[in-house]
């Protein structure tokens, strides 16, 4: 059973790196780094329940701001 829930987490987050990856033309790599950088993966993981009830626009703007809070300039080269 939470193996289950680990495998819609797992699959939630790769939903939420592919589209972020396409909105702010990024490579795959450059929004993993961004994400593992600022925590974002943390915060959708432990954030899964409600957040995945959540749509595309609303869910890019919610990881927008969280960069933000957390000093992110947005396009921000990250060091890979």
């Known amino acids: 059973m939470k193996e289950d829930i680990e495998y819609k987490i797992n699959e939630f987050i790769i939903f939420c790196l592919e589209i972020y990856k396409e909105k702010e033309g990024l490579t795959g790599k450059e929004t993993y780094e961004l994400f593992k950088k600022y925590k974002i993966l943390d915060y959708l993981h432990d954030g899964y329940d409600v957040l995945h009830t959540q749509g595309d626009g609303w ?4 990881i927008n701001e969280f960069l933000k809070i957390r000093g992110y300039k947005h396009k921000e080269k990250i060091n890979l």
Do not use: A, P, Q, V
């Open 59 to 62: 869910l890019m703007n919610d």
